[in-house]
């Protein structure tokens, strides 16, 4: 019996007095930010200095993916016989079934070349069956959206620079602990 | 009469059918069928890499995610010879054990349910909502995570994990707290719950049983402290234990549980150093040498085995899982007899099967 009013009390606090804040988030109408972390549906990088796709459609990361979702082929570049490009190869045709894909990442942890990142769509009906297959334009859409609104830097250029950083601060210590050995070793030839 | 229970009964859980006979009120025998949720994970397993096995992993036990991706890894690293840097056992043992409240809490919210009660499933899930909140800004993914890696994890923790962590903190307490005062000793509450689906010791260790429902009998065993893996030997924490093994206790063992993670959280939070978060060697084509291993762990549900042959390629040879949830339910027959069927409903949610693992 007590048990009980002391629900009603607990319902009749969060009711009226208005102590508590909702939590509730009304989701499809307010959309919900993600985290910088958030894995949605897979896309494909453009590099702008180039005007072309990171991907070499190499099928590194099609044959990483536990689902088979991906499909690819490459092609000799173009841009690559002008001398605009570094890259010999290009992606010519690249799929990828989002009905398959399970957001698991490992293709873009198996990426030599920064092609592809795992976006922050993640709102993907389709009234047709075959709709979630997207095709290389739409990726490449999709991952320049995301290139755009998270300001994009390739991991690798990431890593480059991190290592140079480490490498700089490790040669300084280097550098001070064998000045200190030379005074050292002075100190005793004396 | 039969009475046909499942497999898309709101209190099965997941996709799982009881057909019951009964007598009146009273339930004379049960029939379980299981296998709705079937996807052959084992022998998916033998035709992935090992780094892609770890997705299927999380697709076992698909509300205690991290602690698949734990046994899985630990078997792998087990055969390997492999160790894995100071600072990921921190972060792995963090995150499972978050995982392991979470899972609690949904817990909490699905027996309030059975039971009658609709306002606890909120808080909880509340509660849940920022454990996976903070997994999001951690891995990625709510649930889906594949964080984990062999050797180690996937990348650091984002540079505000010590903040999120000091703001989630508070908040999961008292959350805990909210759903455990207004839950465990409530009189409905207890009236439906105590005395109901009792089982002894003896029967309980004759069916397998283990975590908290194991706990709820009156044996204090927990793989964590039996034998700990990865660093649980280095924690201060007790493991709750019941009385009469009746689902009231497996309810207190599993709220009890939710307090206990929290202290370990706590300490690791405190002892974690700063370092690596993944060997150099798991950075590679993972190719174990020849042979077998068996790994154990403490899952929210209980003990999950791992069985794993190698025969020296990149794929696994054979993978067997030993799930609780799987051991666990089959004393339902035995729980289920003589009951009311009113009571079949609690006794089932207070086994807390997830059918993802049961089915496989």
């Known amino acids: 019996m007590l048990n009980s009013v002391k629900g009603m009390m607990l319902t009749l606090a969060s009711t009226f007095t208005g102590l508590r804040k909702p939590v509730t988030r009304q989701y499809p109408t307010v959309p919900t930010p993600v985290q910088p972390r958030f894995m949605g549906f897979p896309a494909l990088t453009w590099d702008d200095g180039v005007g ?48 398959r894909c399970i957001l698991c990442g490992i293709c873009v942890e198996v990426c030599n070349f920064d092609a592809i990142v795992m976006s922050h769509e993640h709102e993907m009906s389709t009234y047709q069956r075959n709709g979630d297959r997207v095709d290389l334009p739409a990726l490449l859409d999709i991952g320049k959206k995301y290139q755009v609104n998270t300001a994009w830097i390739p991991p690798t250029v990431l890593a480059k620079a991190k290592k140079e950083a480490e490498d700089a601060a490790k040669a300084a210590a280097a550098a001070e602990a064998s000045s200190g050995e030379t005074a050292a070793a002075g100190q005793e030839a004396t | 009469m039969l009475l046909n229970m499942g497999p898309q009964h709101p209190s099965t859980h997941g996709v799982f059918r009881m057909v019951l006979w009964v007598d009146g009120e009273k339930i004379v025998d049960v029939e379980p069928h299981i296998g709705y949720l079937h996807r052959g994970s084992e022998k998916l397993c033998e035709g992935e890499q090992y780094h892609q096995v770890i997705t299927l992993f999380d697709r076992l036990d698909y509300v205690a995610n991290f602690n698949n991706e734990l046994v899985y890894c630990q078997a792998v690293e087990k055969l390997m010879g492999l160790d894995v840097p100071e600072r990921a056992e921190y972060i792995r043992v963090i995150l499972c054990e978050l995982n392991r409240i979470a899972s609690h809490l949904l817990y909490v919210g699905t027996i309030g349910l059975d039971a009658g009660a609709m306002t606890p499933t909120m808080f909880a899930f509340r509660g849940r909502e920022r454990i996976q909140a903070l997994f999001e800004a951690v891995s990625g993914a709510r649930m889906m995570h594949n964080y984990f890696r062999i050797g180690g994890v996937k990348e650091d923790l984002p540079g505000n994990f010590e903040q999120m962590m000091g703001e989630l903190l508070p908040l999961l307490r008292e959350d805990v707290e909210e759903s455990d005062r207004i839950l465990t000793f409530n009189e409905i509450f207890l009236s439906r719950l105590k005395d109901v689906g009792t089982i002894s010791a003896e029967d309980a260790v004759d069916f397998g049983f283990t975590g908290p429902c194991l706990r709820g009998c009156g044996i204090e065993y927990d793989v ?9 030997d280095r924690f201060d924490f007790d493991i709750p234990v019941g009385l009469d093994g009746d689902c009231w206790d497996r ?14 959280v706590d300490q690791a939070l405190e002892q974690m150093p700063a370092g690596e978060v993944v060997s150099s060697l798991g950075r590679r084509l993972i190719r174990p040498p020849a042979g077998e291993v068996y790994v154990r762990a403490e899952n929210p549900r209980g003990e999950i085995g791992v069985h794993l042959i190698s025969n020296g390629t990149d794929r696994p040879y054979r993978l067997k899982i030993r799930p609780p949830s799987f051991c666990n339910l089959s004393a339902i027959k035995h729980l289920l007899r003589n009951s009311w069927i009113a009571d079949s409903v609690v006794i089932l949610g207070s086994l807390d099967i997830v059918l993802g693992e049961v089915d496989r």
């Open chain 1, 52 to 99: 072309e796709p990171y991907c070499t459609g190499c099928m590194v990361c099609i044959r990483n993916c536990p689902t088979q979702c991906m499909s690819a082929s490459m092609m000799d570049n173009p841009l690559n016989e002008e001398g605009k490009s570094s890259r010999r190869k290009i992606v010519d045709y690249f799929e990828i079934n989002l009905n």
């Open chain 2, 224 to 232: 964590r402290r039996a034998q700990p893996y990865s660093i649980y």
């Open chain 2, 251 to 264: 309810h207190w063992v599993r709220v009890q549980e939710m307090y206990e993670s929290l202290k370990i």
